[in-house]
C-alpha cells in the first residue's frame, strides 16, 4: 500500500528564488504529511584562487580563500535554517524537515540528481538561480535536472507563484492521470482551486482563423463529449485525495495552434500559479524523455510552478 507521507526535495542555493522555492512549498503541499529535504550542493573554490603560478595577484586572494569553504557553509546554514523556520511556522513538523549541506561531488546538477534517487516523491527546484536575470530562460543546473530527472516528478518554480489556483492538464493518456492523481495526492489540505484543462489543436495559417469557425466549433463539442467522462473521473480521483469538489472546475479549450501556448494563456489569464502536466501526453512515444507539450511548457516565464509528472 502507498503511503500517505511524501518526502520532497528542495534544491536551494542561498539565492532570493531559492527562497521563493521554500515559500511556495509552504503554501502548495500538504504540509502535515509531507517530509521535506532542503538540500545545497556547496561549489568549490573557482581554480584561479589556487593556481598562483598563473595568476600572481591570487596571492592578495589566499588569505580569504582558506576559509572559503567554512564562509560560504556558514552563508548557506543560515539560509537554511530560516528556510526551516519559515517551513515549521507554516505546519510541517520540526522533525519533517532536514537540512542537507555536501560538498560537490559530479556536479551540482548530478549531486541533486543522485540525491533524488534515495525514496523521494519529487523534486523542486528554482527556474534560474545566482546570477541569472532573466527569468524566461532557464538555468543550466534546472534544465539538466529537468532532462534527467525521469523516475519522480519534478517541480520548477519560477518568481513568486501563487498557490491559490491549479491548472491540471488532461487528455486520455496514462501520464495525464498519473499527473491528476499525483497533484491530488500532494496538494491534499492546501486547499487550491482546481481547473482541468484539455485543449483540442486545430492547426492553422495566420489568417485563416475565421474559415476554420466551423470546424472548430465541432471539435469543441465533439471534445466536450469525449473528455466529460475523462474530466468526471479525473475529479473523482481529487475528490477521493481530499480535494473539495466545490473547488474542482473543467474547461475544454479549441481552436488554437498550440497546446502550450493554450495552457500557459488559461494560466496567466486565469492568474493560476501552478501548472501540472503529464511528461507524456496521449500522441508521445516511450523513445521521448519527454512530450512536446511538457517541453515547450518549460519555457513559460516567471511567476509559475510547473510541475512535470512522470
Same mark, same amino acid.
Given at each position: ?154 517541480? +520548477? ?5 501563487? *498557490?491559490? $489556483? %491549479?491548472?491540471?492538464? !488532461?487528455?486520455?493518456?496514462? =501520464? /495525464?492521470?498519473? @499527473? ?57 480521483? +481529487? ?5 473539495? *469538489?466545490? $473547488? %474542482?472546475?473543467?474547461? !475544454?479549450?479549441?481552436?488554437? =495552434? /498550440?497546446?502550450? @501556448? ?49
Amino acid at each position: 500500500m502507498e503511503s500517505a507521507r511524501k518526502l520532497v526535495l528542495l534544491g536551494v542555493d542561498g539565492s532570493d528564488q531559492s527562497l521563493e522555492i521554500v515559500k511556495y512549498a509552504s503554501s502548495v503541499l500538504n504540509l502535515a504529511q509531507t517530509e521535506i529535504v532542503l538540500f545545497h550542493v556547496m561549489d568549490k573554490a573557482p581554480d584561479i584562487f589556487w593556481d598562483r603560478e598563473k595568476d600572481p595577484l591570487v596571492n592578495k586572494h589566499m588569505e580569504y580563500m582558506k576559509n572559503w569553504d567554512a564562509h560560504k557553509e556558514a552563508k548557506i546554514r543560515e539560509f537554511m535554517d530560516e528556510a526551516r523556520k519559515l517551513l515549521v511556522a507554516a505546519g510541517v513538523p520540526a522533525d519533517n524537515v532536514s537540512l542537507n549541506v555536501q560538498k560537490r561531488k559530479e556536479g551540482i546538477a548530478r549531486d541533486i540528481l543522485a540525491e533524488s534517487k534515495f525514496g523521494y516523491d519529487m523534486v523542486m527546484v528554482g527556474r534560474k538561480g545566482l546570477g541569472m536575470v532573466d527569468d524566461a530562460m532557464l538555468g543550466s543546473v534546472a534544465s539538466k535536472v529537468l532532462i534527467h530527472t525521469t523516475e519522480i516528478p519534478i517541480c +520548477l518554480v519560477g518568481g513568486k507563484p501563487s *498557490a491559490k $489556483k %491549479i491548472l491540471v492538464a !488532461v487528455d486520455n493518456s496514462w =501520464g /495525464s492521470k498519473r @499527473a491528476v492523481s499525483f497533484a491530488g495526492k500532494m496538494l491534499t489540505g492546501s486547499a487550491p482551486s482546481v481547473e482541468m484543462v484539455h485543449v483540442v489543436r486545430v492547426p492553422h495559417e495566420e489568417g485563416e482563423q475565421g474559415n476554420n469557425e466551423g470546424l472548430i466549433k465541432e471539435l469543441q463539442a465533439e471534445a466536450e463529449s469525449v473528455m466529460k467522462p475523462v474530466f468526471d473521473k479525473a475529479a473523482k480521483t +481529487l475528490i477521493d485525495c481530499g480535494v473539495d *469538489a466545490s $473547488k %474542482i472546475k473543467t474547461k !475544454v479549450i479549441s481552436g488554437v =495552434g /498550440s497546446r502550450a @501556448a493554450a495552457i500557459f494563456e488559461e494560466a496567466k489569464s486565469g492568474r493560476i500559479g501552478t501548472v501540472v502536466v503529464g511528461r507524456r501526453g496521449v500522441s508521445e512515444v516511450e523513445e521521448f524523455n519527454m512530450g512536446r507539450v511538457a517541453t515547450k511548457l518549460t519555457q513559460l516565464g516567471k511567476n509559475v510552478a510547473l510541475w512535470i509528472v512522470i
